[in-house]
């Protein structure tokens, strides 16, 4: 009886994180996991990767505590080696979420995927917010259709999300619009720390229901005016770390697709005379390795945009041609 429990609780497993409250079978107070719950910890996992120094910080855990939960949670969650094989067959399973254009899919190797996160950066009218609401509502499609199933969450950090370009795009993928807008969480962020205050809010929500895919329009934009100057820059990056950090804990989690734009500043030294000012992304090296794909956006003739894979572990560089339209982001029509 035991082992069929067992059983079902590894089947069960496979379709998403255990919830915190199964802590309780392994013998740790329900007092102790509603602590848990208080400070963010709302899956077995989320426990498993945190350091040990930050659940000690937990109020009212004392350190015996804390390492009997440690115990209690890697036993539930797998941490150690597993084999190239039995990787390679899972990452085959991975949802890809269609950018709306066949061309960059095609460079992107079937979409945006889950369970990592993508950055796009490009020049203000380079497409990024659009593309972000098309994914939003192509998230919603069913796998058959390159969607993800799931619902969508948008962290706006600039104010520029717009539900009625949903029920455009909605429209496009012949999706019911009411439907489409209910499936979107939004929230505006105002400054840095409640936009990282606002992932905790995000897990305790991921742990409800299936969300596909998570945006952040834009990650870097409350940080350019949050800190200012040379004397807060290791502040304003230590700062940016922990929410990447946070941002790719939902996406191992929950298997969700974390999208983040960057805005970009212009290099105006000595090159700049003769090439032009070269743009770069903000956020330095932290930004840079903390997105497993990075994309930069540019504008074309018209209505055309760019889209170049800047750093990605599995996709080559190349460069695809894509239009924003009132469906969103589509081919080009030549």
Do not use: W
């Amino acid at each position: 009886m035991a082992q069929k429990q067992q059983q079902e609780e590894l089947e069960e497993g496979q379709h998403g994180p255990f919830p915190v409250e199964q802590l309780q079978a392994s013998g740790i107070a329900s007092l102790d996991v509603k602590k848990l719950k208080d400070a963010g910890l709302c899956t077995v996992e989320s426990v498993a990767y945190t350091p040990r120094k930050d659940l000690l910080q937990i109020k009212g855990i004392s350190e015996a505590k804390v390492d009997k939960i440690i115990e209690a949670a890697s036993k539930l969650v797998p941490l150690g080696f597993t084999s190239a094989s039995q990787l390679h067959a899972q990452r085959l399973e991975i949802i890809q979420i269609t950018s709306g254009s066949s061309e960059l899919d095609k460079i992107l190797e079937g979409g945006i995927e889950t369970g990592s996160i993508t950055e796009i950066y490009g020049e203000f009218r380079s497409g990024k917010t659009q593309l972000c609401h098309t994914l939003c509502v192509t998230c919603q499609l069913p796998l058959d259709q390159g969607g993800g199933e799931g619902k969508a969450m948008y962290i706006d950090a600039e104010g520029t999300f717009r539900p009625q370009r949903l029920l455009q795009i909605a429209e496009r993928f012949g999706l019911n619009g009411a439907d489409v807008l209910e499936n979107v969480a939004y929230a505006r962020a105002y400054n840095t720390d409640h936009q990282s205050r606002l992932l905790l809010e995000a897990a305790s929500m991921m742990v409800e229901t299936r969300f596909a895919l998570m945006i952040v329009d834009s990650a870097t934009a409350l940080y350019r005016t949050d800190f200012n100057g040379r004397g807060e820059l290791s502040a304003r990056q230590m700062h940016l770390a922990k929410f990447l950090r946070s941002l790719q804990k939902l996406a191992d989690e929950f298997g969700v697709a974390v999208v983040i734009t960057n805005q970009v500043v212009a290099q105006v030294d000595g090159s700049a005379i003769f090439a032009g000012p070269q743009i770069k992304p903000i956020g330095g090296n932290i930004m840079a390795h903390a997105s497993t794909t990075r994309l930069a956006l540019r504008k074309g003739r018209g209505e055309e945009r760019i889209c170049k894979v800047i750093s990605s572990p599995c996709l080559a560089e190349a460069e695809a041609r894509f239009q924003i339209s009132t469906g969103g982001v589509a081919d080009v029509k030549d």
